[in-house]
């Protein structure tokens, strides 16, 4: 019943683009309760030298998650999706995520192990603007073994 | 950036934050990224589970320990790596008060290339939420 193990290394298809815009940035950082000023004013973030607001360290899971989510629930993985914990995240920045950028994932199914009477998977996203890479980030899940 | 990279020194302690997770911030959380899992809205649900009551999201829990840093750093952007482990999950009883979470920071290395690791601690109710959690932070 455990995962299937020849999937690690499959590189799953690019997203559809996600546009971001200066309102998912302050909804995000809103919800984060984060008031720093580079999220929300578009001359403060000039004045640092950037292009446009940013976005917060942790947004790109907001574009990641919805996208690994579909292939938690594919046949072909055979993940108990209702078992799932999250356990670590890990985040490596090329550039801030600005406005207007248009994100493409690619996910790719890093590591499949089991551990202890559970397993535990880890899926690459690498984050791209315009074929360019932004962000990669790592999404650690214990799929939690049945009682 | 206001802070001087060559005053830093390991050891040194971030100013530290002491914020409340409450399940309208959850809902609002939940709304801003997507992540509609049941377990972070719903108690019947998170108690069917074996959870005592509702949780926070993980990465809403590392979306606020980073403010430790960012709000130290000034441009949250000089944040060139950043990961945790979720240890425990957090709480949120359904009171208004919800759960307290305290977050800190210490610097762990300096190096030649001018970045700097912060080990950071979140902490709710005596028990660490995060583990291994650590950024590194680019200098100019």
């Known amino acids: ?147 | 950036m206001s802070i001087d990279f060559e005053q830093l020194n390991v050891g040194e302690e971030l100013p530290g934050l002491e914020l409340q997770f409450t399940r309208a911030d959850l809902i609002a959380y939940a709304n801003a990224s997507g992540d509609q899992n049941p377990i972070h809205q719903d108690e019947i649900v998170a108690k069917s589970v074996g959870l005592p009551d509702v949780i926070s999201h993980g990465m809403l829990t590392m979306g606020r320990a980073i403010r430790v840093v960012t709000d130290w750093v000034g441009d949250p952007t000089s944040v060139v790596e950043y990961s945790v482990r979720m240890t425990r999950p957090v709480v949120v009883p359904d009171d208004g008060k919800g759960a307290t979470v305290k977050f800190g920071g210490k610097i762990t290395q300096i190096n030649a290339n001018r970045t700097v690791q912060i080990e950071l601690s979140a902490v709710c109710d005596g028990t660490t939420v995060l583990g291994q959690a650590k950024a590194i932070v680019a200098f100019k």
């Open chain 1, 1 to 147: 019943m455990g995962m299937n193990h020849d999937m690690v290394g499959f590189v799953y298809p690019d997203s559809k683009p996600y546009l971001v815009t200066a309102e998912k940035i302050a909804a995000f950082a809103q919800a984060i309760g984060d008031d720093n000023p580079i999220y929300f004013d578009q001359d403060f973030a000039t004045s640092l030298g950037h292009k446009s607001v940013c976005a917060p360290p942790t947004f790109p899971i907001a574009v990641t998650l919805t996208v690994m989510e579909e292939y938690f629930n594919d046949p072909a993985l055979n993940m108990n999706y209702s078992r799932i914990v999250h356990s670590d995240q890990r985040f490596e920045y090329t550039r801030p995520i600005e406005v207007g950028d248009e994100l493409v994932v690619r996910t790719s199914v890093e590591e499949i192990r089991p551990l202890g009477g559970n397993e535990m998977a880890t899926f690459r996203t690498d984050v791209l603007s315009n074929d360019k890479l932004v962000v990669t980030a790592w999404s650690k899940l214990v799929v939690r073994g049945e009682e």
